[in-house]
């Protein structure tokens, strides 16, 4: 029981960090620029720390997702071959029955993997990223230098990803596919948003839309 007891909690610790690391992507992938800034320029560290990061893309996404493979990789180690087995023989042992007996382990696995799908769903994705969603800019502020340091751990990893990312991408012929320039609507949304967070005031709106409408 004690080796069963030591092998759920390492289990509910990995699904726990696999929360942290979607919750982290979503916060601040999700995060508005503009209100970043607001709070990087109030002076959290956190906030200019999720700003430079944001900056980077590609790097937080791959270092973020090398994460959470390896996480559910662990996951899956740990639950298939080490868990699964003990279970099965916890389960079936009140059964003197050589039929049932038989299938301790793979009794073991289903119910394993069944709990592991449901906790890894609620407290590794839907929970954590829907408390991302709730306060994005906080939340990024918070957890970006954690993120910060694994994406400088996960560099070697990184740059195999980027090469092999960009081989693909030039066997498909999608390398260097040219994105669309800034469209005004787009800048006069990002006035707005602007104003919401208190970093125009209503004149400095009205100026501004008025420049592009003379533009």
Known sequence: MESIGLEVVIILGLILLNGFLAMSEMAIVSSNRIRLQALANSGKLGAKIALNLIDSPSKLLASIQIGITL????????????????VGLMITAPFDFAFINAYSEAIGLTLVVVI?????LILGELVPKRMALAHPEQTASKVAPAIRLISILSTP????LSVSTEFVL???????VSTPQVTEEEVKLMVEQGTEAGVFDAGEETIIKRTLRLG
């Open 157 to 160: 990893g990184v740059k195999v």
């Open 170 to 176: 030039r066997l498909f012929r999608l390398h260097n």
């Open 71 to 86: 996480v559910g990789v662990l996951i899956g180690a740990f639950g298939g071959s080490a868990l699964s087995t003990k």
């Open 116 to 120: 592991s799908t449901f906790l890894s």
